[in-house]
Nanobody, 125 residues
Framework: VQLVESGGGLVQAGGSLRLSCAASEFTSDYYAIGWFRQAPGKEREEVSCISSSDGSTFYTDSVKGRFTLSVDNIKNTVYLQMNSLKPEDTAVYYC???????????????????WGQGTQVTVSS
């Protein structure tokens, strides 16, 4: 399984970025896929995720109303549209996938099986 992220970069506060994660060689009928981030000196945190089995989604409180996760099943790609970015959104963002059927409501669950290499998002003030 390969997960390849792209779309990170440097943006001013208030700006937008769209992250992409292209998944290949993943054969499970159902899965959970999501975005996680890790800022310097901090633990990795879950940002947003979606379950393919029931469409349930999760967003951490700090990104609700600003970030939107979407999936293109034809392209096997998951996106994270990030608007109204804040300096505290600065982190390395990782895409991860977990095989199985899940209801995501209180969090992204896990542990996730496969991870991408990460993409840096830097928001300047």
């Amino acid at each position: 399984v390969q997960l390849v992220e792209s779309g990170g970069g440097l943006v001013q506060a208030g700006g937008s970025l769209r992250l992409s994660c292209a998944a290949s060689e993943f054969t499970s009928d159902y899965y959970a896929i999501g975005w996680f981030r890790q800022a310097p000196g901090k633990e990795r945190e879950e940002v947003s995720c979606i379950s393919s089995s029931d469409g349930s989604t999760f967003y951490t409180d700090s990104v609700k109303g600003r970030f939107t996760l979407s999936v293109d099943n034809i392209k096997n790609t998951v996106y994270l549209q990030m608007n109204s970015l804040k300096p505290e959104d600065t982190a390395v963002y990782y895409c991860a996938i977990l095989g199985g059927s899940y209801h995501l409501h209180l969090g992204c669950g896990g542990p996730y099986d496969y991870w991408g290499q990460g993409t840096q998002v830097t928001v300047s003030s």
